[in-house]
């Protein structure tokens, strides 16, 4: 069946513009993950949802980060006065259920790869 | 901080030889999972072992854990070229934590 697909798969901004990233995750999966990784660097949690309410949003940098899953499906992270710093690739993942103890892998997308300049 | 820490940074190896790479981690969990990476490509789910299980296996891949020393190693039997990539453990609650892996180069 279909993957986690994410778009745009590369984007390129003016610093202080607004973006918009999009992730369709799989369908069925509950809980949907953002995550940004820079070069050489593990993912860095930045958000993740169960349904349509963000469960732990403790990773995002500052309020100039934004995500919302209105409909508990396609998630979209909204970054406003998009700075230099915020170039990376910001990956996004679901799963069946929530890691709590039970054993969901996550599914990952290939990324959208930002860059601020 | 990163929950998972995964050493080396980098190992680089001949075809046909094994690979181990150690995750070392801060807290209690529920389970452990690895993940490899492609270049420029999302990660993908290799194997997850729970909080009470010692080792498991899936093809040529080993993954034991060890809760008292809070580490898990992860290891690749006769390896290929499509091998090479980025390894990565996670753990965590709801969210999951990774570290900054460990880049394998296999050699043809």
């Known amino acids: 069946g279909a993957g986690v697909s994410q778009t745009p798969s590369n984007k390129v901004t003016e610093k202080g513009k607004y973006v918009e990233l999009r992730c369709d995750p799989i369908s069925g999966h509950t809980a949907l993950y953002w995550y940004r990784q820079s070069l050489g660097q593990g993912p860095e949690f930045l958000i993740y949802f169960q349904g349509t309410g963000a469960a732990d949003d403790s990773g995002l940098p500052n309020d100039r980060f934004f995500a919302v899953r209105p409909e508990g499906s396609v998630s979209t992270l909204k970054i406003q006065r998009t700075e230099r710093g915020d170039s990376a690739v910001y990956l996004c993942a679901s799963s069946l259920t929530p890691n709590s103890g039970g054993d969901s892998p996550l599914h990952f997308g290939n990324g959208t790869r930002l860059t601020v300049t | 901080s990163q929950q998972g820490e995964e050493d080396p940074q980098a190992l680089s190896i001949q075809e046909g030889e094994n690979a181990t790479m150690n995750c070392s981690y801060k807290t209690s969990i529920n389970n452990l999972q690895w993940y490899r990476q492609n270049s420029g490509r999302g990660l993908v789910h290799l194997i997850l072992?729970?909080?009470?299980?010692r080792e498991k296996h899936s093809g040529r891949l080993r993954v034991t854990l060890d809760t008292s020393k809070k580490s898990s190693s992860l290891l690749i039997t006769a390896s290929r070229a499509a091998d090479t990539a980025s390894y990565f453990c996670a753990t965590g609650r709801g969210k999951s934590t990774f570290g900054d892996g460990t880049t394998l180069t296999v050699k043809p």
């Open positions: 072992i729970r909080s009470n299980e």
